[in-house]
């Protein structure tokens, strides 16, 4: 069982590597990653990105996470999905359901962290790239670091049970 879901986070960590990589290499750095969503000329790419990355981490991540605190690791997971289903956060309609999905995302990846392997160092270390060096793209830097340090967290963890 263990090694379907490492391969079902590294499947899901390449899809969104291989997404984000080649809009870096094609575009450039986003203010954000939802910002990749107005770039890109096939608007499928981001919701089916995020939606297919997310479901294939989700039966690892409740997995890993201990009980009393696997609403946040739910939270992770439905809020990626909310986020995919209302890509279009300029708009009216759907830019609440987006943004506070978004925020429940983001501050529900550093409770799990936090609470599953301390101090989450590749989300901290991004961070400080961003305010350093690319203050424009800030929470494209905060929301990468947050993503692969919670693939490098379950890679871990999934690896040494």
């Known amino acids: 069982m263990m090694i379907a879901e490492l391969i079902c986070v590294t499947m899901s960590c390449t899809i969104m590597t291989l997404y984000l990589i080649a809009y870096l290499l094609n575009v450039g750095v986003p203010t954000s990653i939802s910002e990749t969503y107005y770039k890109t000329q096939k608007k499928w790419l981001f919701p089916t990105c995020t939606a297919t990355a997310g479901t294939l981490a989700l ?8 009980d009393n605190y696997q609403f946040v690791a739910f939270f992770i997971v439905a809020s990626i999905l909310f ?19 978004a925020i429940i995302l983001g501050l529900s990846a550093l409770a799990w962290l936090i609470l599953t392997s301390g101090v989450p160092y590749i989300a901290l270390t991004a961070t400080l790239i961003g305010l350093a060096t690319d203050r424009r793209h800030f929470v494209f830097w905060l929301e990468a670091g947050l993503l692969y340090n919670l693939y490098a967290s379950l890679i871990l963890i999934l690896s040494y049970r």
Do not use: I
């Open 59 to 66: 039966v690892p991540l409740l997995n890993v996470t201990p």
């Open 83 to 101: 986020v995919a289903a209302a890509p279009a956060f300029r708009e009216e309609l759907t830019n609440h359901v987006h943004s506070g999905a």
